[in-house]
Nanobody, 118 residues
């Protein structure tokens, strides 16, 4: 089982920026779609951004125009650049591969906490 490790979270003020990283223990991102998910307290986990093996991207309407997902296959790493952050972006963020239907394919890691607050 390939391990995925999220990092880069922290505390940021509204309007600020963070960049999250998802590092894989193996070379898998060149052949798999990868998504960033988030889960806020008391809410369901949701897909906020995804990138296919071919490089096409998708975003939840709530983050479109503010977040950018990218991939570096040589480094086995997927990034999520988060700009213009809002308090409602506060959540634990996870990465995972997903299939054609958007279903996560692997177990969940620890995630990384993002808190947007004054």
């Amino acid at each position: 089982q390939v391990q995925l490790v999220e990092s880069g979270g922290g505390l940021v003020q509204p309007g600020g920026s963070l960049r999250l990283s998802c590092a894989a223990s193996g070379s898998i991102f060149d052949n798999n779609a990868v998504g960033w998910y988030r889960q806020a307290p008391g809410k369901e986990r949701e897909l906020v951004a995804g990138i296919s093996s071919g490089g096409s991207t998708r975003y939840a309407s709530s983050v479109r125009g503010r977040f950018t997902i990218s991939r570096d296959n040589a480094k086995n790493t997927v990034y999520l650049q988060m700009n213009s952050l809002k308090p409602e972006d506060t959540a634990v963020y996870y990465c995972n591969t997903y299939n054609l239907f958007g279903t996560p394919e692997r177990g969940w890691g620890q995630g990384t906490q993002v808190t947007v607050s004054s």
